[in-house]
């Protein structure tokens, strides 16, 4: 069992959708979560962290973290087309901080 | 704002050869970290360094070394090379070992 699972999608919504993306890990002991959202070909780019359970909110997208049942999840609200790209889940591993990454997403928002 | 450097942007080498990529991280960000992706894969780590030390080690082949100079700027060596070893290389850094990563634009590594 890999230890960032994600739905390898492509998941597809219409512009103006929310957009549901989703992980999960194995680690019980992970503290600290990232989604990157990476475009074909360049490099991830940062959208949003989360440490604690609940939810975070900023601008369009919400982070929500619950660790009981080791699941996080990103929404984009009012998709856009802009917002095509594969979305990474990524777990901090460790003290220092190595990343370990899900397959990724591949969302589609569909004018 | 300044963003990590890569370079270079694009390599190409032959079976066998060697290849240096640099990474120049964010000015007063002294943790890099090293990440391989393949074809259609995840990232994957292959190394870390923390104040010119090496902090964490992943999945680097012997065949890879790397180190972080005074300047806090960064170098993986690669030598041998596989047809395998060809994808992009990112560095990422952070402002101290544990702390957000931002990452590079990346090297395209191409293996003939």
């Known amino acids: 069992q890999k230890e960032v699972e994600q739905n390898s999608g492509p998941l597809s919504v219409p512009e103006g959708a929310i957009a549901s993306l989703n992980c999960t890990y194995s680690?019980?002991?992970?503290?600290?979560f990232f989604w990157y959202r990476q475009y074909s070909g360049k490099s991830p780019e940062l959208i949003m962290f989360?440490?604690?359970?609940g939810d975070k909110e900023d601008g369009r997208f919400t982070a929500q973290l619950n660790k009981a049942s080791q699941y996080v999840s990103l929404l984009i609200r009012d998709s856009q087309p802009s917002d095509s790209a594969t979305y990474l889940c990524?777990?901090?591993?460790?003290?220092?901080?190595?990343?370990?990454f899900g397959k990724g997403t591949k969302l589609s928002v569909k004018p | 704002a300044a963003g990590v450097i890569q370079s270079p942007r694009h390599l190409i080498k032959e079976k066998r050869e060697t290849a240096t990529l640099k990474c120049y991280p964010i000015?007063?960000?002294?943790?890099v970290y090293w990440y391989q992706q393949g074809p259609g894969q995840d990232p994957q780590f292959l190394i870390s360094f923390y104040e010119k030390m090496q902090s964490d080690k992943g999945s680097i082949p012997d065949r890879f070394s790397a180190q972080q100079f005074s300047d806090y700027h960064s170098e993986l060596n690669m030598s041998s090379l596989e047809l395998g070893d060809s994808a992009l290389y990112f560095c990422?850094?952070?402002?101290?070992?544990?702390?957000?990563?931002?990452f590079g634009p990346g090297t395209r590594l191409t293996v003939l």
């Open positions: 680690d019980r002991g992970s503290q600290s």
């Open positions: 990524a777990v901090k591993k460790g003290s220092q901080g190595n990343l370990i």
């Open positions: 990422a850094s952070a402002g101290g070992a544990g702390d957000t990563q931002y």
């Open positions: 989360i440490y604690s359970n």
């Open positions: 000015p007063r960000h002294d943790t």
